[in-house]
Structures are given as structure tokens and as C-alpha cells.
């Protein structure tokens, strides 16, 4: 009990307290979390997504997985809150995302470079074994250098309450070289804020101590709209959501439906 309390005493004094189970009440308060749109996901979550914390969601293609961080912008927006994304390769369309409910003029949109699935997966600098550049590295790793940039820049000065930062298309390796101490510059920047950070990827990349990581796809199910191959459509998306936390023993399953809107129908 002596050692558990020098240890405690310490971390409050680094003021790293926050990573001890005895410092969180099991279920938080309304303010201090962000509901992400989804009531299965919201009372899973005891209300959402925790406030000046990162959390993460991650599958694969076809999962869910912007889905879900679309809803909780969405579910921001009609908040009245000011909501931000870090578009690391411009995949944004804002038409889809104002029919999915996402109220624009509340949202700050961080373009990056638009570069194509093809050249993310052999550029240079995540081929096996190469290393073709000194200096700054290639063009793709400035593009995600520049998000990163872009979403210390927008946490700290406070403004917004949900920020989504978009790493699907990033190559897995290029994520893995990712320092650790990127992320920790993130969780102290809004370390007892009203801001939400979200990271939507592939595949994990970090999360907080008192973060939470949704991780889509399991089981999924298309729904489609039509009985030609020509003229069906898809209409939703039946899958599942395994949410885990760094304070939590095991992870817990939820049923989780998506429905696919298109801004041009």
C-alpha cells in the first residue's frame, strides 16, 4: 500500500493523476463527454466520447467507420458546438456531409493534399527496405506532417469542442513511424478542455488513458436498394463496434447501423 501511494503521489505530481482508475468516477457527467449520434453507441460509451481526450475509430473499407465519426460532427453541429476536420488527403464532400446532417457553417475544414490510394501505397518512403530522401522526406510524409501541424493548431487555441482528424488512407507503416510523443502533445493540448479529439483510421494508432477506441466491421452486412446489378445501390450498412478503454478489463460489443446518404439523390 506505501509503494501504491509513492507511485500515486508522483504521477499527481507530474500531474499524470489522470491515468489512475481511482481519479475518474465510473460513469462522467453530462459536460464532460460528447454524445457521437448514435444512442448505441452514446449508452455504450456512457454518453459519448470523453472531452479532453483523443479517441479513435478504425476498420477497414466499407465498415462504418467515417459513419460513425460523421454522426458525431453531425450530432456536434446541432449542439450549436464548433466542429473541426483535419482532411489529410481531401476526401471531404461537403454535399454528402451537409445531407448527413452536419451543419457546415459550423464546421472548420482543414483541406490537405489530394493523393491517390496508388501513389500513398509506393511512395518511396514505405516501400520495404527504401529510403529514398534526406531532409524533409517525400512529398507524402509533408502531407501528413502538415495535418499533424494543422491539428496542433486547432486544439490548442480552443475553439473547437469535436475535432476528427482523418488518417484512413494513410499507409500503415507511415502510421507506425509516427512518433509517440505526437500524440502526447495532442492529449496535454486539451488535457481538461471541452475538445474532443477523433482519430479516424485503418487500423489503431492512439488513444488517451482515458480515451476510448471503436473498432467497426465486425460482421458486416451491406443493404442494398434494387434487384439489378446496374441500378442497385447501397442504402446502409449493418456492422458492429467493439469499444475498448485503457481503464477497462474487456471490450464490449455493439450492434451498429449506418444509413449510406447520397447528396446527388
Do not use: Y
Request: glycine share 8%.
Amino acid at each position: 500500500m506505501a509503494a501504491r501511494a509513492a507511485v500515486e503521489a508522483l504521477l499527481r505530481e507530474k500531474k499524470l493523476d489522470r491515468t489512475l482508475t481511482s481519479t475518474l468516477p465510473e460513469r462522467p457527467g453530462e459536460d464532460a463527454v460528447s454524445p457521437v449520434g448514435s444512442d448505441a453507441l452514446n449508452r455504450a460509451l456512457a454518453g459519448g466520447v470523453p472531452r479532453g481526450q483523443v479517441s479513435e475509430v478504425v476498420g477497414p473499407a466499407s465498415s462504418g467507420r467515417t459513419s460513425v465519426a460523421w454522426a458525431a460532427l453531425a450530432a456536434a453541429s446541432r449542439r450549436g458546438e464548433s466542429i473541426a476536420l483535419i482532411d489529410t488527403f481531401d476526401r471531404f464532400d461537403p454535399p454528402t456531409a451537409h445531407a448527413c446532417g452536419i451543419d457546415l457553417s459550423r464546421l472548420l475544414w482543414v483541406r490537405g493534399q489530394a493523393v491517390s490510394k496508388t501513389a500513398a501505397a509506393i511512395d518511396p518512403a514505405w516501400l520495404p527496405g527504401v529510403r529514398a530522401v534526406n531532409g524533409p522526406g517525400t512529398f507524402l510524409e509533408r502531407v501528413i506532417d502538415r495535418a499533424i501541424k494543422s491539428l496542433n493548431l486547432v486544439v490548442q487555441s480552443g475553439v473547437c469542442t469535436l475535432v476528427v482528424i482523418d488518417l484512413i488512407d494513410v499507409p500503415a507503416t507511415a502510421l507506425r513511424r509516427l512518433p509517440a510523443s505526437t500524440w502526447f502533445r495532442i492529449e496535454r493540448a486539451i488535457e481538461g478542455s471541452d475538445t474532443a479529439v477523433m482519430i479516424l483510421a485503418a487500423q489503431p494508432v492512439a488513444r488517451s488513458a482515458g480515451g476510448r477506441s471503436m473498432v467497426v466491421g465486425g460482421d458486416t452486412r451491406i443493404q442494398w436498394r434494387g434487384s439489378h446489378d446496374r441500378t442497385r445501390r447501397v442504402i446502409g450498412v449493418c456492422t458492429r463496434a467493439s469499444i475498448s478503454a485503457a481503464r477497462c478489463s474487456h471490450a464490449q460489443d455493439v450492434p451498429l447501423a449506418t444509413t449510406v446518404v447520397n447528396a446527388l439523390t
